[in-house]
């Protein structure tokens, strides 16, 4: 769960231009893997049946995979961030 609380904070800091892990073309296409997940417009539609949906659980799958991977480095960065700041107030 500490991934999935991370990715509001990763959106944000990569907007603030604050994480340079993940450029804003990334989640630019992250957003458009959403919005065509919520879409009525479909490249395959959903009365094709087994292909309709399968296209969008596709890119469900791939959006899913992105984001956990992308958190999971930004919380890692977070962590240095952190101990980095530990580090200078003991020095």
């Known amino acids: 769960m500490t991934r999935v609380r991370a990715i ?3 959106i944000g ?9 993940m450029g804003k073309s990334k989640l630019a296409m992250l957003a458009l893997g959403v919005v065509y ?4 417009v479909d490249v395959l539609p959903e ?3 087994v292909i309709g949906v399968a296209d969008d659980f596709g890119v469900f799958l791939w959006l899913l995979g992105s984001l956990l991977g ?7 960065h ?3 961030v952190i101990q980095g700041r530990l580090l200078e107030q003991e020095g």
């Not at 800091?13 to 892990?21: H, T, W």
């Not at 992308?70 to 890692?76: K, L, N």
């Open 13 to 21: 800091a990569v907007m603030r231009g604050r994480y340079a892990g």
């Open 8 to 10: 509001p904070r990763l």
């Open 78 to 80: 977070e962590r240095r």
């Open 70 to 76: 992308e958190s999971g480095r930004y919380v890692e």
């Open 37 to 40: 997940i919520v879409s009525p």
């Open 47 to 49: 009365f094709l049946l």
